[in-house]
């Protein structure tokens, strides 16, 4: 079948990549999983993170990776329900692993899920057919697949940051850094359908252009300095509700800085930085909350499913290449040119 493939380890990553018309057909789908034969795939930060290799895991090469794509169900394993087959799916490449099971342990009430991540540990959505497990499917109806595509796993990613650890309410202001971002422009659609006034920041004018056309009510261009003042003085010196930060070390601390008291600072990764710089005299002071967030369950990603579906929510697409084209695909992306979501159609 037809892929793309990450031929071997290294940086640059883009030209290390090929298509493909002979990669393996997947295996047939084993107990509570299905094959989905792919419309469209999306990338994302860990198409580069594999083509550069992962710390801490030891990936062989060539490999598929992908964690996004939109297609249509083919065959269903044993135990899934055939109404699956020919319903157009997205999804959740987050797949939630077995909760250690000790005699020692407390309760697991409070422990954090653990995932690993089609197109990361295994081979991904970036070919014409894979697995994935019938319960992290969601039906999109009659949804354009490089819209379903885009949209999966950074919504997921935003609305599990936001909605279910980060507790915004219609009308919060956010405060969303790097904007430009598949997670970012997924996290500015949820503030917009909740009402929510948004400010963005971004190293680039042309981002803070297209990010005001599509409702941002305040802009900072991020030229490295201490642009919390400006957001706070933008809320009448009360400091934003929610603040979403993929960057890092180059945006946290003025983050913090940026909220209101009781306040939610939320991280979906670090793009700048781990080793960020705080301030723990406003976190107590001002009881703020500091959350990270690592994509979401297979009910949130059902719910945000259903806006989608609905019309409420949609993603940013940036720009649409075939399948062939995977090599500008991946140029673009590591040059980080790109508003919204790169795609490639099959």
């Known amino acids: 079948m037809r892929a793309i493939v990450v031929t071997k380890k290294g940086s640059p990553v883009a030209p290390n990549i090929r298509f493909v018309e002979d990669w393996p057909e997947p295996a047939a789908p ?16 860990m198409d580069l993170w594999v083509g550069r290799g992962v710390p801490g895991l030891d990936l062989a090469y060539p490999r598929v ?12 394993g044993a135990g899934v329900d055939g109404a699956w087959i020919g319903r157009r799916v997205i999804v959740n490449a987050a797949v939630r692993q077995p909760q250690r099971s000790s005699p020692d342990d407390p309760s697991n009430s409070t422990l954090a899920p653990e995932y690993q991540l089609i197109g990361e540990h295994m081979n991904g959505m970036m070919a014409e057919r894979f697995l994935a497990p ?7 109806g009659d949804a354009d697949p490089a819209a379903g595509a885009a949209f999966g796993l950074c919504a997921l990613t935003a609305y599990s940051m936001m909605v279910s650890k980060g507790g915004l309410r219609p009308g919060q202001s956010v405060l969303i850094t790097g904007i430009g971002g ?3 422009t997924a996290a500015m659609s949820i503030a917009r359908w909740m009402a929510c006034p948004i400010a963005v920041t971004s190293r680039h004018q042309w981002k803070l252009d297209k990010a ?6 305040m802009v900072v261009l991020d030229q490295g300095q ?22 890092g070390k180059a945006t946290h601390l003025n983050c913090i800085k940026s909220l209101a008291r009781g306040g939610a600072y939320v991280t979906p990764g670090c793009t700048s930085g781990p080793d960020a710089t705080t301030d723990l ?4 002071w001002n009881q703020l909350r500091l959350l990270g967030s690592t994509m979401g369950s297979n009910d949130e990603f059902r719910e945000v499913a259903s806006l989608f579906r609905a019309g409420w929510l949609a993603p940013v697409v940036d720009q649409v290449f075939a399948a062939r084209d995977a090599t500008k695909a991946y140029e673009r992306l590591e ?12």
């Open 30 to 45: 084993g107990a509570g999983q299905v094959v989905v034969r792919t419309l469209a795939s999306a990338f994302n930060q």
């Open 65 to 76: 990776s992908g964690c996004d794509a939109c297609g249509t169900v083919e065959v269903v």
């Open 134 to 140: 019938a319960a992290n499917l969601a039906d999109v």
């Open 182 to 184: 598949g997670v970012a």
């Open 212 to 217: 005001k056309a599509l409702g941002a009510a």
């Open 226 to 247: 201490d642009w919390s003042k400006e957001v706070r003085a933008w809320t009448a010196k009360r400091g934003v509700d929610l603040a979403v930060d993929s960057s």
């Open 281 to 284: 005299a406003r976190v107590f």
């Open 335 to 346: 040059a980080g040119e790109q508003f919204g979501k790169i795609v490639v159609r099959w």
